[in-house]
């Protein structure tokens, strides 16, 4: 029998004011899933829209292809921790909003629109996503 001050006590009000995350599974689910295949047309969108394997940005669309599409396939299949992964792909789709300036395929028309319409829709996925998830503490 613990006193009312002791150990258990101590210990059990400690566990009840520990953050927890708490998610609707359902839209962080079907944000990162949209979002993972966002992820994979950024891969794929070069050569579509007839970027050559040395043109400005295709390593660009490559490398944050693949990192949108495994941030959110880890958010997918575990959609109540990292959130912090969808702000990354958020901020990742604000990258691929700018990149046709920095890389300079602004003259490949459908091309920086494709990165612009899809680095939006990566933005709002991703913070969808994000807000979707939130840490609480349990009093």
């Known amino acids: 029998m613990a006193e009312p001050g002791g150990t258990l006590a101590i210990e059990r009000r400690c566990l009840m004011e520990m953050p927890v995350t708490r998610s609707n599974d359902g839209v962080v689910k079907t944000a990162s899933g949209l979002n993972f295949l966002v992820g994979i047309w950024f891969i794929l969108s070069p050569w579509v829209y007839g970027a050559r394997a ?76 994000a807000v979707s998830t939130r840490r609480t503490t349990v009093a």
């Open 54 to 129: 040395g043109a400005g940005g295709v390593w660009n669309s490559i490398i944050v292809g693949i990192i949108i599409a495994v941030f959110a396939a880890i958010r997918f299949f575990s959609p109540r921790s990292a959130p912090g992964l969808s702000w990354i792909n958020a901020l990742l789709g604000i990258w691929m909003v700018i990149s046709p300036w920095v890389y300079g395929y602004t003259t490949n028309t459908a091309r920086m629109w494709n990165s612009i319409i899809f680095g939006i829709i990566a933005i709002i996925l991703g913070v969808w996503s």
